[in-house]
Nanobody
Framework: QVQLVESGGGLAQTGGSLSLSCAAS????????AAWFRQAPGEEREFVAA????????YYTDSVRGRFTLSRDDAKNTVYLRMIDLEVEDSGFYYC????????????????????WGHGTQVTISS
C-alpha cells in the first residue's frame, strides 16, 4: 500500500514562492499518475495539477498554469509542486494524490479518479 506524505507548506507573501513535496513509500511512485488538489476554508477541494507516470505530461488548472510547475523524481519516489507568483487565492490545504488505476490520466480532475491521498499541508499566502 502506498503512503503519501506532503511537506513544504507554510506562509508566503503575494508574489512569493513555495515548493511542496510529496514523498511516497510502500510502493514505487513511478507507476502512478500523481496529482495535487487544494481546499480553501469553506470551499470544496479542487484539482490543481497532475503528472503522468513518466513525467513527460502535466496538466494544470487554468488558475495556476504558468505559475505552478509539477515534476517528479522517481529515484526519490517524490513529486514536487513549485509555486511562484503566489496569490492570496492560492491559500488552502494542499493534498497530494495518486491513482492506482492504469486508466487515470493527468487530465482527470475528479477526486474519485485518485484513490491514494496524503494528509495535506497548509499553504497561506498573505497580501
Amino acid at each position: 500500500q502506498v503512503q503519501l506524505v506532503e511537506s513544504g507548506g507554510g506562509l508566503a507573501q503575494t508574489g512569493g514562492s513555495l515548493s511542496l513535496s510529496c514523498a511516497a513509500s510502500g510502493r514505487s511512485f513511478s507507476s502512478l499518475v500523481a496529482a495535487w488538489f487544494r481546499q480553501a476554508p469553506g470551499e470544496e477541494r479542487e484539482f490543481v495539477a497532475a503528472i503522468d507516470r513518466n513525467g513527460f505530461s502535466t496538466y494544470y488548472t487554468d488558475s495556476v498554469r504558468g505559475r505552478f510547475t509539477l515534476s517528479r523524481d522517481d529515484a526519490k519516489n517524490t513529486v514536487y509542486l513549485r509555486m511562484i507568483d503566489l496569490e492570496v487565492e492560492d491559500s488552502g490545504f494542499y493534498y497530494c494524490a495518486a491513482a492506482s488505476s492504469a486508466w487515470t490520466v493527468p487530465s482527470d480532475k475528479k477526486e474519485s479518479k485518485y484513490d491514494i491521498w496524503g494528509h495535506g499541508t497548509q499553504v497561506t499566502i498573505s497580501s
